[in-house]
Every structure is written in structure tokens, then in C-alpha cells.
């Protein structure tokens, strides 16, 4: 309630996953394509309800990982406000890859044991293709990994 008229809310995050760092949303968001980050996982339909960045009409979560320094992600974030043209200095606006969850692998090692994860990489098990977002999350005890599917957004 207390951030519903913010202009813009970054909800920044840190992972234990090896993983390479990436923006997080609730369906489409427009603020994801000005930050200078690769890759953008959309949440909806699989997070519903659970995240700050539901709340408010401009939000983007950011995922970390451990190695990621403060003065990383501040340089970050001065990009993505000279990006939207609300700093001056170079916009810097380049290609995002887009990936949507739609599920989870529960942690059943009895299943699971001959399944090889690598974050942001398409693996298959029992003919499914799906491609593993935060695999060794420490903070998920029953989740190896969420499962994701490769997206194309259109532009404009």
C-alpha cells in the first residue's frame, strides 16, 4: 500500500544458485526492457500473489547472485534511469532473452537422480524439454528448479 505510488520499485534479490543474474516479472512489463540485464523471467500465474512487484504498476524484481557486487547493481540501476530518461548519459538499450515459469521439478531424488541442471540451459526429462531457472536455490528444500519455456516477445 505504502509503495503503490511510487513512480518505479526495484525489489532487489539475492540467490545461492549458480546462476547468471536476471530480472524477474509478473507478466508483461515495460520497465524489464530498460534495465541492462540479459535475461527476464516472467512469474505470472506461477507466483501469483506472493511478490511486492504485483502491487504496483511499474516493478521489476532483480535476481543476484552472491558474487554480484553493491557497486554493480548501483551501476545498474544508474543505466536503467538514464535509460528511461530520467538521468542524463548514454542510453544503453540491447537484446533481452524471455523466459516464462510454468511449474516446478519437486526435489524426489529417486526421480531425479540421473538429471543434469544447468540454470538458463534447456534440459529434458521423461520427454519433457524445459529450461531450469534458480536449480540449487538453497532457500528451496522440495524445488530442484522452476521450469521455464523460451518466449518470444514481439517488439513494440
Request: net charge negative; charged share 20%.
Amino acid at each position: 500500500k505504502e509503495i503503490a505510488d511510487a513512480d518505479y520499485v526495484f525489489d532487489i534479490h539475492s540467490t545461492t544458485a549458480d546462476t547468471d543474474n536476471f530480472i524477474i516479472t509478473v507478466g508483461e512489463s515495460k520497465l524489464a526492457k530498460h534495465f541492462p540485464l540479459r535475461r527476464v523471467v516472467d512469474m505470472a500465474g506461477f507466483a501469483k500473489g506472493g511478490s511486492l512487484i504485483e502491487y504496483v504498476p511499474r516493478g521489476i524484481s532483480l535476481e543476484y547472485s552472491k558474487t554480484t557486487s553493491a557497486e554493480e547493481i548501483v551501476k545498474q540501476l544508474q543505466q536503467c534511469l538514464v535509460n528511461l530518461g530520467l538521468s542524463e548519459g548514454s542510453s544503453n538499450l540491447f537484446p533481452q532473452e524471455h523466459y516464462k515459469v510454468y511449474g516446478v521439478l519437486e526435489n524426489k531424488p529417486a526421480v531425479n537422480q540421473n538429471i543434469i541442471l544447468k540454470n538458463f540451459i534447456e534440459t529434458e526429462l521423461n520427454g519433457e524439454k524445459f529450461i531450469p531457472i534458480l536449480h540449487g536455490e538453497q532457500a528451496y528444500s522440495t524445488i530442484l528448479c522452476l521450469k521455464a519455456q523460451a518466449v518470444k516477445i514481439s517488439k513494440g
